[in-house]
T-cell receptor, first 117, second 107 residues
Framework: DTGVSQDPRHKITKRGQNVTFRCDPI?????LYWYRQTLGQGPEFLTY????????KSRLLSDRFSAERPKGSFSTLEIQRTEQGDSAMYLC???????????????FGPGTRLTVL | DAKTTQPTSMDCAEGRAANLPCNHS???????VYWYRQIHSQGPQYIIH???NNETNEMASLIITEDRKSSTLILPHATLRDTAVYYC????????FGAGTRLTVKP
């Protein structure tokens, strides 16, 4: 399967614990995006990378959230000291960088569903 | 906040065209209109995008008004598998999803 993959698919944790999610984009896609989605709402943009550089972060991304893409390939999203309000689906997407177009078609992964008890 | 307004839900008969409207009255000159859909429990799927010209691909057609303040996504022959939430998004450097339109295709 050459699509975007995310691991784990489900995560249950207790409030106050740290969690880390991984996203493997489509090979050779320069851009990688993280979104959060709660029930009944559309995905909310969190951050995006172009290669290893983190180019934009939403104000939704509090200090407890950190994302990395150290070698410009896979990315991790860490949430420290989780809160019940962090319970959501965390989606990763990747896209190629096409000259002359700012936003390209984004290919989404299946998401990681986080439940904070 | 999302820059688009879409109806909350719509129904369509199987085999008929589904026309999904979107208002984006505050769109700026360099912002594209994107459409994605999300089938239950899956990540969103890209459908089509455009700047000011109408666009067509194997999945759908996108009609953008001349003033670019609204657009319509057309699924020419809807099937039961097209039942999903459809998101209209306006953006340049990033994408802001709204709540979308829940399309139900009925037999």
């Amino acid at each position: 399967d050459t699509g975007v993959s995310q691991d784990p698919r489900h995560k249950i944790t207790k409030r106050g614990q740290n969690v880390t999610f991984r996203c493997d984009p489509i090979s050779e896609h320069n851009r990688l995006y993280w979104y959060r989605q709660t029930l009944g709402q559309g995905p909310e943009f969190l951050t995006y990378f172009q290669n290893e550089a983190q180019l934009e972060k939403s104000r939704l991304l509090s200090d407890r959230f950190s994302a990395e893409r150290p070698k410009g390939s896979f990315s991790t999203l860490e949430i420290q000291r989780t809160e019940q309000g962090d319970s959501a689906m965390y989606l990763c997407a990747s896209s190629p960088l096409v000259t002359g177009q700012v936003i390209d078609e984004q290919f989404f992964g299946p998401g990681t569903r986080l439940t904070v008890l | 906040d999302a820059k688009t307004t879409q109806p909350t839900s719509m129904d369509c008969a199987e085999g008929r065209a589904a026309n999904l409207p979107c208002n984006h009255s505050t769109i700026s000159g360099n912002e594209y209109v994107y459409w994605y859909r999300q089938i239950h429990s899956q990540g969103p799927q890209y459908i089509i995008h455009g700047l000011k010209n109408n666009e067509t691909n194997e999945m759908a057609s996108l009609i953008i008004t001349e003033d670019r303040k609204s657009s319509t996504l057309i699924l020419p022959h809807a099937t039961l598998r097209d039942t999903a939430v459809y998101y209209c998004i306006v953006g340049y450097n990033d994408m802001r999803f709204g709540a979308g339109t829940r399309l139900t295709v009925k037999p």
